[in-house]
């Protein structure tokens, strides 16, 4: 990653890892994986942001918050074990000289959460981790980069945490190439007009959605029409063929010149505002 040029990787964790519930099914261990990996971040270079990816109850139903479902995220005391799992982050590792950042949550399912519940969430994380010396950073909460530009006065070193993704909607899937480059440059003049800190923590040059599993096990592609989840459907816009196995190697070369233009737009669109995280072992 040093060789490329990379300076800056964003690490997810479930809160699992870091401050386990009793009766929790996950297999432990990845808490003292992100230690080494900070050491190994360190000996090269490399800053480091932390992100607590899965709270307790699951903060948008999205498996890889550690359950698929309902969203059960600040029910019961689940507030408060979300802070506690981000206190012991900050305790064992906000000092370390490859964390520049702690991710409070990553993206909390603000249209099917109260805001003013998330926005307090926040607050009380960032009061939590404001003397850390770290930058604090939140998600858009899916209500859009500039929607939080009268929020967080006072509230020093924040950064704001948007993803761009242009493969979850039909809309975006029927796109041609030219109508995906022009959509990331419009969403970069969009992120320029943002009064923070901001970066695009998590992007993709994928085009389709035909990768293995990326709308849940066994829920299919919405490109290709198999998609079934939750009572919704799709309608058939292309073929997965060869777009799935995890590797471009099977992909043609027009579809390799495409990716490469649609990567470097969005590059440059993220780059009008703070940039982009390579984002480091997803969960």
């Not at 906000?94 to 307090?120: C, F, K, W, Y």
């Not at 761009?164 to 109508?179: E, K, N, P, R, T």
């Amino acid at each position: 990653m040093k060789s490329i040029g990379l300076n800056f990787v964003r690490i997810p964790i479930g809160y699992w890892s870091v401050s386990p519930r009793d009766g929790d099914p996950y297999v432990q261990g990845a808490y003292e994986v992100l230690g080494k990996a900070l050491d190994w971040a360190s000996a090269h270079g490399i800053k480091v942001m932390i992100d607590l990816h899965g709270a307790p109850g699951s903060q948008n139903g999205f498996d890889n918050s550690g359950r698929r479902g309902a969203i059960q995220w600040t029910q019961g005391d689940t507030i408060s074990q979300t802070h506690t799992a981000l206190d012991k982050i900050r305790d064992d590792h906000a000092a370390h000289a490859a964390v520049a950042a702690i991710e409070l949550l990553n993206e909390p399912m603000g249209p099917s959460l109260n805001m003013d519940t998330v926005r307090q969430f926040y607050m009380d994380g960032w009061g939590a981790l404001e003397g850390s010396h770290v930058a604090v950073t939140f998600h858009d909460a899916f209500e859009g980069a500039t929607s939080w530009n009268n929020w967080g006065s006072g509230m020093w070193a924040l950064l704001l945490d948007t993803h761009h993704y242009q493969v979850f909607d039909a809309g975006s899937l029927q796109m041609g190439i030219g109508q995906h480059i022009s959509t990331a440059c419009g969403f970069g003049q969009s992120l320029a007009t943002n009064n923070k800190w901001s970066i695009a923590g998590e992007w993709t040059g994928a085009m389709t959605d035909c990768a293995r599993w990326l709308n849940g096990r066994g829920v299919g592609a919405r490109y290709d029409g198999t998609y079934n989840y939750n009572g919704q459907s799709s309608s058939y816009i292309g073929s997965c063929s060869g777009k799935f196995s995890g590797t471009v190697a099977r992909l043609g070369q027009a579809d390799h010149n495409n990716i490469k233009s649609f990567i470097n737009a969005q590059m440059a669109a993220f780059e009008k505002a703070d940039g982009w995280v390579c984002l480091a072992c997803p969960s």
